[in-house]
């Protein structure tokens, strides 16, 4: 067995919080500055997985050009970010080793003119590329995390994608065994993945709650859960920290929400499932 850096002081000196917490105890940008200062160098390489997702998203709004302010919790800095567009433009390979290679992918993606029209198609292309990414993180608990939220999401993709009579195929996102039986079973009453997947039958449950906010406050709770059940021998070590920062951002995300406020963003995430195509309401 390796062994695995311990903090014990780090970790101790965390405030607590639940679900259901009314108040962030510290934001995620916090969070990050401290991980930074505490953490040593190996271990702060596995969290740069979960930070990537930031990066993602200023990637994309750096290359549609979209004014909007960029997010300071990725791992790559905005000058980084541009001079690998630069390079990619200039027909070179990318030279920071910190930046991973699907960013090289979907920068020369963008630069095929017809998909410069198609933003819902560069989304689901870079959302594929980083969970195949994240699936292959060097630590059990961090790309066993990615692997959940590949399957939550490509379930409840499949389940609306067939309940709007859309082609389920196209809004499977990953490589993974169980995108792939999706994409086999399109068909099935089950996706044919019963027998594969011993929470199937609790997310299509929770497909069904007809209150988007509530559903997707149900899917975070069955995160949280899922969390403490997979570190429940862990305290000080980096499978503690990396389940408190998914928490954190959990309760981050629940408490800048309120219902009026969640009911729109949810609406607009299952929409945006269609690639584009409008959904009915059901209001």
């Not at 021998?233 to 629940?254: G, H, P, S, T």
């Amino acid at each position: 067995m390796l062994f695995k850096n311990q903090y014990y002081y780090f970790v101790s000196g965390l405030p607590d919080f639940t679900f259901d917490s009314m108040k962030l105890p510290l934001t995620v940008e916090k969070f990050k500055v401290l991980l930074d200062e505490e953490l040593r160098p190996e271990d702060k390489r596995l969290l740069s997985n979960y930070f990537l997702q930031f990066d993602n998203a200023n990637l994309l709004n750096l290359l549609k050009s979209n004014d909007v302010a960029l997010n300071n919790k990725g791992n790559l800095s905005i000058e980084e970010l541009q001079d690998a567009i630069e390079e990619v433009k200039e027909g070179d390979t990318i030279g920071n080793k910190l930046i991973p290679p699907f960013f090289e992918a979907t920068i020369k993606r963008w630069l095929d003119d017809e998909v410069q029209n198609e933003s819902r198609t560069l989304e689901d292309l870079i959302s594929s590329f980083y969970m195949d990414y994240g699936l292959e993180a060097k630590n059990s608990l961090i790309s066993r995390w990615f692997e959940l939220n590949l399957n939550i999401g490509n379930i409840l993709s499949a389940i609306y994608a067939r309940k709007y009579d859309m082609d389920v195929t196209k809004v499977v996102v990953g490589n993974n065994k169980l995108a792939m039986i999706i994409r086999e079973n399109a068909n099935a009453r089950d996706f044919g993945i019963t027998l594969e997947l011993d929470y199937f039958d609790a997310i299509q449950r929770l497909s069904e709650e007809g209150d988007i906010y509530e559903r997707e406050r149900k899917l975070d709770k069955f995160r949280w859960e899922w969390l403490e059940q997979n570190t429940t021998l862990d305290y000080f070590n980096i499978e503690y920290i990396f389940a408190y920062l998914c928490k954190l951002q959990i309760l981050e995300r629940w408490v800048s929400l309120n219902a009026v406020e969640g009911e729109r963003v949810f609406r607009d995430l299952i929409t945006g499932l269609k690639n584009g195509i409008e959904m009915p309401d059901e209001s």
